[in-house]
Nanobody
Framework: QVQLVESGGGLVQAGGSLRLSCAASGGTFSSYAMGWFRQAPGKAREFVAAISWKGGSTYYADSVKGRFTISRDNAKNTVYLQMNSLKPEDTAVYYC????????????????????WGQGTQVTVFS
């Protein structure tokens, strides 16, 4: 069983940056693909970014491509989401998710294919 704890959310002005972290415990972190999803009020949870188990492959939603960067440190059991050039439409609760690499290959974009989730961290971008 994997436990995930996000941190790093907050209130930031448009154009600013934040770095989210997600610390994992209780499993073999290096065997899991990791994803970031977000959910704004009244909207469905949507894919933001994902990274393969060794970090060799990354995937991004078109809305964040070029502004957000996902990375991981398997020695620290942590995945990061660096968010630059933030926009008010990035405001949401951001969730970290994990799934065994073998099971999620080719399906990184689907929230339903991830078994483990953190509690979320709020990101609010004001103009």
């Amino acid at each position: 069983q994997v436990q995930l704890v996000e941190s790093g959310g907050g209130l930031v002005q448009a154009g600013g940056s934040l770095r989210l972290s997600c610390a994992a415990s209780g499993g073999t972190f290096s065997s899991y693909a990791m994803g970031w999803f977000r959910q704004a009020p009244g909207k469905a949870r949507e894919f933001v970014a994902a990274i393969s188990w060794k970090g060799g492959s990354t995937y991004y939603a078109d809305s964040v491509k070029g502004r957000f960067t996902i990375s991981r440190d398997n020695a620290k059991n942590t995945v990061y989401l660096q968010m630059n050039s933030l926009k008010p439409e990035d405001t949401a609760v951001y969730y970290c998710a994990a799934e065994n690499q073998v099971r999620v290959t080719g399906r990184y974009y689907s929230a339903s294919d991830y078994s483990y989730w953190g509690q979320g961290t709020q990101v609010t971008v004001f103009s």
